[in-house]
């Protein structure tokens, strides 16, 4: 059972929009910044959005994030092959004194 | 260029040891900016955080993790390690190192090593 809870499983055509959320509670999300990992199966996960809304260098526009309450969302807007892969939101939790990931969605391009 | 590779056993016995090691090359540990870490992922599953050091000898460890678990860093190799004693199955997973910004108040692991299985079985 993870900390932030997010769907196993989200899809979309190519071209389309889609959004994967991440709900957390006042001791994680609310207080304390969001992180978004992309992990394509084989290899090790890629930092796609840190401090809930900023992009790392490299990484494409059509990544966006953001952050209300205790919830988190991460949009990809045009959909490509490429995005198929398991996405994990991440956040520090004040109680536990530890960083904490969401059990992770798998994203299929249809 | 950052670039991080894991090291160490890739079979460890139940109720030992698992000792790791990570060599960065591309940027000092001593860097101030950022803490070294570990993340672990069991075959198939999801992604869990195991604890990080600074430098100095600072660390932050995962609380479920903590009575096992030792960090430490060696400078003048541009290395850093985990020792996770009384392994179990449940030790069994890929680990991986990545570097730690702690520039806001959760790390982003912007840096990852390739990962190196271990498996714990006798």
């Known amino acids: 059972q993870s900390v932030l809870t997010q769907p196993p499983s989200a899809s979309g055509t190519p071209g389309q929009r889609v959004t994967i959320s991440c709900s957390g509670s006042?001791?994680?999300?609310?207080?304390?910044?969001v992180n978004w990992y992309q992990q394509v199966p084989g290899t090790a996960p890629r930092l796609l959005i840190y401090?809930?809304?900023q992009r790392p260098s490299g990484v494409p526009g059509r990544f966006s994030g953001s952050k209300s309450g205790t919830s988190a969302s991460l949009a990809i807007s045009g959909l490509q092959s490429e995005d198929e892969a398991e996405y994990y939101c991440a956040g520090w939790d004040d109680s536990l004194y530890g960083a904490v990931f969401g059990g992770g969605t798998k994203l299929t391009v249809l | 260029h950052l670039q991080l590779q894991e090291s160490g056993p890739g079979l460890v016995k139940p109720s030992e040891t698992l000792s790791l090691t990570c060599s960065v090359s591309?940027?000092?540990?001593?860097?101030?900016?950022?803490?070294w870490g570990w993340i672990r992922q069991p075959p198939g599953k999801g992604l869990e955080w195991i604890g990080a050091i600074y430098y100095s000898g600072s660390t932050y460890y995962n609380p479920s993790l903590k009575s096992r678990l030792t960090m430490a860093v060696d400078s003048s190799q541009n290395q850093f390690s985990l020792d996770l004693s009384s392994v179990t199955a449940a030790d069994t997973a890929i680990y991986y190192c990545?570097?730690?910004?702690?520039?806001?108040?959760?790390?982003?692991?912007?840096?990852w090593g390739l990962g190196t299985l271990v498996t714990v079985s006798s």
């Open positions: 990545a570097r730690h910004d702690w520039s806001t108040s959760t790390p982003a692991f912007d840096y």
């Open positions: 401090s809930n809304n």
């Open positions: 006042n001791s994680n999300i609310e207080t304390n910044t």
């Open positions: 591309g940027d000092p540990i001593i860097d101030t900016v950022y803490y």
